[in-house]
């Protein structure tokens, strides 16, 4: 009997960790001051799902910020910025619906290469 316990606890356990990574992920997606929480949330458990999706948002931030300094440059700048904004938009609904659908993959298009420049963080 006490085993049969210990299982089900397990599991509910390992529900639990697996919606708190979920919900971390998500959060990192919504704004930079979910950015942030996520990060402050994530800090004491090291949970491998969230600071994958934390990576990939920290990411998809300074594409944004690039793409507000070259939307400083007249006319060129402000093209490329308009294009830029919607290819990000882009990157970034995807990379929010394998978080909501639990996927460790990376958003379209620059998702492998913040793979490699993140991995420290």
Known sequence: MK???TKIDTAQT??????????IAIL???TVI????AFV????????FARYHFRQSVGLCITGLCLGIIGLIPILGWLIN??????LLYMWVMALMN???????????????????????
């Open 34 to 37: 979910g950015l942030v929480v």
């Open 82 to 87: 308009i294009l830029g904004v919607f290819v």
């Open 28 to 30: 990192a997606y919504i």
């Open 41 to 48: 949330m994530n800090n004491e458990k090291k949970q491998e």
């Open 14 to 23: 390992a529900a639990t960790t697996d919606e708190n990574d979920k919900t």
């Open 3 to 5: 085993n049969s316990e």
């Open 99 to 121: 978080a909501l659908n639990g996927k460790e993959s990376p958003a379209p298009i620059l998702g492998k290469k913040y793979e490699v420049w993140f991995k420290g963080v």
